[in-house]
């Protein structure tokens, strides 16, 4: 019964909340002093107050992060700035879904494609295989929306709870947008569900630090192998990756398993990553992932140019996982209600690297 509800369950589902009115997000200011423009803005330099609403008769939580300037110009990978907001959860219950809208100064939907990748981290709880934050939604332009039945599976939040949104958007030639809103919806449920899921991802730069990486020319290899922090059952994969990508796998190299295996779908003249598939583990029924085991996440990467591409590259899966057993704190404590979270906590500086648990950060050229 649970395979058959699970089956139509997809990858980068990570939400879950309950009950109050609004909390006042905690502000967290750049040298700056805003999020005013992205244009020119050092990479992660942009830190500011997300908007959160409580939707209270549609059960739906909304964060947003902007307005933000989106200057025209195809920027190579690295240069593409980085918008980061603090903001915290105003119920407490269970995220069944999600949904991004992408809206410029006078409310118009602007098109998906502007988005390069949204990350909700959620710096209280520990992710699956390394000790940093868990991700409570994380997404590409390629990512696609989902809503679930509110029986069947929620990430559990609670009222207070900080969430850290990182929003990464992606120019186009010959145009610019002025006041670039993303919306973030929510919905969630104050019952508990069937099966309570957490999110988490697994990316070839881990354990932290940038995520992008420069693309030598012809192939290039880039692997990341670990174990999880404690026992888990994943339910769905999927991933991501950019353009001049072949492949991407991740392997329970003890059990000699491939778990997930994906070629990119591409289109468009400069044949961008537009989709990858989701898996769900065993037909629903789940994978279980132990920390006597070790795991592998490969990407291959085929650059046809005669130069090296700056951050050309990046290769991560994410889904979602059931923890089989208690999930272990971060090194600190997420703060309590009302207490201010400074932006040094919420944001840890460019290029800080954790120990990864028990994992190897390895990095092979052509």
């Keep these: 019964m649970l395979a058959f509800r699970l089956r139509w369950t997809t990858a980068w589902l990570f939400p879950a909340v309950a009950t109050a009115q609004v909390a006042t997000p905690t502000v ?12 020119g803005t050092r990479r992660a330099g942009l830190v500011g107050d997300a908007v959160v609403r409580h939707r209270e008769a549609r059960r739906e939580i909304v964060i947003e992060v902007g307005p933000l300037d989106l200057p025209a110009g195809t920027p190579d990978e690295r240069d593409l ?31 998906r494609s502007l988005l390069h990748h949204l990350d909700a981290a959620r710096p209280g709880y520990r992710d699956l295989f390394v000790p940093e934050p868990q991700r409570l939604v994380i997404m590409g332009a390629e990512t696609p929306e989902k809503t ?52 988490f991802r697994v990316d070839v730069m881990f354990p932290a630090g940038y995520v992008e990486f420069d693309l030598p020319p012809g192939r290039s290899v880039w692997t990341w192998e670990g174990s999880p922090g404690f026992a888990g059952r994943v339910y769905a994969l999927a991933g991501h990756l950019h353009r001049y990508a072949e492949s991407i796998v991740l392997e329970d190299v003890t059990a000699e398993k491939v778990l997930y295996r994906a070629e990119p779908g ?71 209600r009302g207490e201010a979270l400074s932006c040094a906590e919420a944001l840890p500086p460019v290029g800080q690297r954790a120990a990864a648990s028990g994992g190897a950060d390895r990095r092979m050229g052509p």
Excluded: Q
């Design 81 to 111: 700035p980085l918008a980061k907001a603090v903001a915290r959860l105003p119920v407490s219950g269970w995220v069944h879904g999600y949904r991004l809208d992408l809206l410029d100064a006078g409310g118009t939907a602007l098109p």
């Design 28 to 39: 967290c200011r750049a040298p700056d002093g805003g999020i005013g423009s992205i244009g």
């Design 148 to 199: 679930f039945p509110a029986w069947m599976v929620g990430v559990p939040v609670r009222a207070g709870e900080t969430v850290v949104l990182g929003v990464r958007l992606r120019p186009v030639p010959g145009r610019s947008y002025h006041g670039v809103t993303a919306r973030l919806t929510l919905p969630y449920t104050t019952r508990r569900p069937d099966v309570e899921v957490h999110g």
């Design 266 to 336: 591409r289109a468009g003249a400069r044949a961008e990553v537009i989709e990858l598939p989701i898996k769900l583990l065993r037909w629903g029924r789940g994978y279980v992932v132990r920390p006597s085991h070790r795991y592998r996440l490969t990407a291959t990467y085929v650059n046809p140019t005669p130069s090296t591409i700056a951050g050309g590259g990046m290769a991560n899966v994410g889904g979602i996982f059931e923890a089989l057993e208690p999930i272990p704190p971060l090194h600190k404590a997420a703060p309590s």
